[in-house]
Nanobody, 120 residues
Framework: QVQVVESGGGLVQPGESLRLSCAAS????????MAWYRQAPGKEREWVAT???????TYADSVKGRFTISRDNAKNTAYLQINSLKPEDTAVYYC??????????????WGQGTQVMVSS
């Protein structure tokens, strides 16, 4: 089993920054990709960004320029730096990790989410 835990959310004012963390743990052999999604109130979950094991990031058009995804392979951890936060960034942010376990079985694990609320 592979567990994913997000942290770093909170209540912030417009224009401020946050860094979210996503830590994967368990019987991990390799993590091919880690991704962030978000779900705003009353809306469907949407993809935000992905980073491969080699460190190549991709972003949704809606967040390009303000969001930066990174990862520390040694810690099986991904980060999402969010700058210039806007009220429309208010959402629960979820992390997803895809890879293989020590038994060479594939996994696709989600965390429970971390709440980000942007309000003055």
């Amino acid at each position: 089993q592979v567990q994913v835990v997000e942290s770093g959310g909170g209540l912030v004012q417009p224009g401020e920054s946050l860094r979210l963390s996503c830590a994967a743990s368990g019987s991990i052999f390799t993590i091919n990709a880690m991704a962030w999604y978000r779900q705003a109130p009353g809306k469907e979950r949407e993809w935000v960004a992905t980073i491969t094991s080699g460190g190549s990031p991709t972003y949704a058009d809606s967040v390009k320029g303000r969001f930066t995804i990174s990862r520390d392979n040694a810690k099986n951890t991904a980060y999402l730096q969010i700058n210039s936060l806007k009220p429309e960034d208010t959402a629960v942010y979820y992390c997803n990790a895809v890879g293989s376990t020590s038994l060479r079985r594939s996994f696709n694990s989600w965390g429970q989410g971390t709440q980000v609320m942007v309000s003055s």
